[in-house]
Each structure stands twice: as structure tokens, then as C-alpha cells.
């Protein structure tokens, strides 16, 4: 569990390592980079090697506190998000920071890990800022971020940034077989090409392609086929769902019709649901469609209704 194990980001592991070996650690740390770089695994990497109760080299991904951390149990180890909400709010990181000065339960240190940081509004990072500035001798802060640009310039002054960068073929292409043993070649090969690197989207392209939702392959069906009475019937069934239900269908189309546009654009597909719908839809109504969905997605987290959201797709994606 050390270092080591994090796939790719050589530089960066060899920091973190002399960091670490001369007790010279961080009291914030800004990882950043696009979704499925792997800010998660790293920040849960960082927080057993803060809390890591074995000798030697760390995290050693055996001792009592390691073990807590791989299973989410740690009880020094804080969440500071609201995920039924668009943006982080200023109360969020109030509360988060009048929990600070609240000594760690048993571990050395006490570490708030900010999963979104880029959707800190102003006031809440200008909250975040007080403590960055003066924070207790225990406490630790993890911001993940995929738009670090999105921060205040005097919060990311105050963290040790922590870009990661693509894996190399060999090394995603390894990782994804060991993963996907029963999937064809060509498949994760697909996976790989359009992931830019990053294992967690290739991941992610491999399992939508194995198991999307029913409502997805009947939207990649009515759609292909211009069905609009089809299109019209499946949007009025979703009517009643949750948003988080909604935005994680509408999130599984929009990654169909980006799908479909990078195969009309030469770029090889794992997904068979997004070679018909780019055999059957321009480009133009893939963008389009690609549009709307995108808006779909951020309408779901902005409190607009689920009822008006489908009413809209159902007419945008005709």
C-alpha cells in the first residue's frame, strides 16, 4: 500500500516518499487533476500515511489505522461535502472548521478531506482561508480538484499542489486486463485510447459498457432510430425519479453521445450502444444532444425538476 502501489505519477511518488521519510509533510495539499486521475486513491493513500501506526516506510497498509482508512472507518479522517448540493457552502466549511480545533480522536493527526474543491463558493473558501492560515498543529487538509484554476489564488498559495499526470499505455493496459480479465482486447484497448491515460475513466468506459441502465440502452435505441414517440414515452417514465437517479441516467446518455462523436471522429468505442448511435445521428445532432444532456446533468444538482428536465430532453434530443 505504499507510495509505490499508486500507479504512474513517478515524480510525484518520489516526493511524497522523501516528504514523508524527513517528517517534513504539508498542513494542506491540493490534488488536482481530471476526473479519473486518481485524486481519490492518492488522498486515501495520504491519509494513511498521516495516520500510519507501523515502522518503516509508509502507509504500510497493515497496521490498525491503515486498515481503518482503506475501509472509510477512521474516525479522524472527515468528509467536508454537501453532494445533494451544485456548490460547497459556507456553512459546510464553518462547521468543518470549528471541528478542527476538536483534537483527533486517536490518530496523530486530524484530516478534512474536501472531495470538490473547486465548487467552494467564494465565501466558503474565504472560511476555508482562516484555517489554512492558522491551523491546529494536528489538523491536515486534502482538496481535490479537477479545475485547481477555479480556487482563490490565496488558497492555493497555502497548499503543496499535487498534479497528476496520465499513465503510460503499458501501465493502464496492465492495470485494465488484471481489472477486466474476461474482456476482448480490442475492447480495453478502446478503453485505454480514449481515457487519455487515466485509468479511472477507462474504468469507468468498461463498466458503463458492461452494465448500463435499462433506460439506457432504450435511449440509445429510440435515439438511433429518431424514435421521438419512443424518446417521449421513456423521458415521461423518469418523471417521478430522484435527482440523483436522474443524473446518473442522464449522465450514462451523455457519455453515449460523447461516445458516438468520438467514433465519428476516428476514435475507436468499447461501447456497441454508441457505434450505433454514431452510425445513425450527424455530428451536429450529437453535439447538440451532448449539450443538452451536460445542461441536464447540472440542472438535476440545481434543484430543477426531474418532471421539467425529461419534458426538456424530450423535446431537445428529437
Not at 516506510?57 to 461535502?81: E, F, S, Y
Not at 465548487?119 to 486534502?142: C, H, M, R, T, W
Not at 475507436?268 to 447538440?288: G, I, K, N, V, W
Request: charged content about 25%; hydrophobic content about 45%.
Amino acid at each position: 500500500m505504499r507510495f509505490g502501489d499508486f500507479l504512474g505519477n513517478e515524480p510525484l511518488k518520489a516526493r511524497l516518499s522523501a516528504s514523508f521519510a524527513s517528517g517534513k509533510t504539508s498542513h494542506c495539499y491540493l490534488l488536482s487533476g481530471p476526473a479519473g486521475s486518481g485524486k481519490h486513491t492518492l488522498a486515501r493513500l495520504l491519509c494513511a500515511a498521516l495516520e500510519c501506526e507501523g515502522g518503516g516506510d509508509v502507509p504500510c497498509g497493515v497496521c490498525r489505522a491503515c486498515r481503518k482508512i482503506v475501509d472509510g472507518a477512521h474516525p479522524d479522517v472527515v468528509l467536508v461535502d454537501d453532494p445533494d448540493k451544485k456548490q460547497v457552502s459556507v456553512d459546510t466549511v464553518r462547521k468543518a472548521r470549528v471541528d478542527a480545533f476538536v483534537r483527533p480522536n486517536e490518530g496523530r493527526k486530524k484530516i478534512f478531506v474536501i472531495p470538490r474543491a473547486q465548487d467552494l463558493n467564494p465565501s466558503a473558501q474565504n472560511a476555508l482561508l482562516k484555517i489554512l492560515e492558522e491551523p491546529p498543529s494536528y489538523g491536515v487538509f486534502l482538496l481535490l480538484a479537477e479545475n485547481p484554476d477555479a480556487l482563490l489564488p490565496t488558497v492555493r498559495s497555502r497548499c503543496a499542489e499535487l498534479h497528476l499526470s496520465p499513465l503510460g499505455r503499458a501501465d493502464l493496459l496492465r492495470l485494465l486486463r488484471a481489472r477486466f480479465p474476461d474482456r476482448p482486447e480490442d475492447e480495453l484497448l478502446a478503453a485505454a485510447e480514449r481515457s487519455d491515460g487515466f485509468a479511472g475513466q477507462a474504468i469507468a468506459a468498461l463498466d458503463a459498457a458492461a452494465g448500463p441502465l435499462p433506460q439506457t440502452a432504450r435511449f440509445a435505441e429510440v435515439y438511433a432510430a429518431h424514435d421521438s414517440l419512443g424518446l417521449l414515452a421513456l423521458t415521461c417514465s423518469m418523471e417521478r425519479w430522484k435527482r440523483a437517479q436522474a443524473a446518473e441516467a442522464f449522465g450514462q446518455w451523455l457519455r453515449l453521445v460523447t461516445g458516438a462523436l468520438g467514433a465519428r471522429a476516428g476514435l475507436p468505442s468499447a461501447d456497441p450502444l454508441c457505434r450505433a448511435a454514431a452510425e445513425r445521428r450527424t455530428p451536429a445532432e450529437l453535439l447538440a444532444a451532448a449539450d443538452a444532456l451536460r445542461a441536464a446533468v447540472a440542472d438535476c444538482w440545481a434543484n430543477v425538476s426531474v418532471a421539467n428536465i425529461c419534458a426538456a430532453l424530450a423535446v431537445l434530443l428529437r
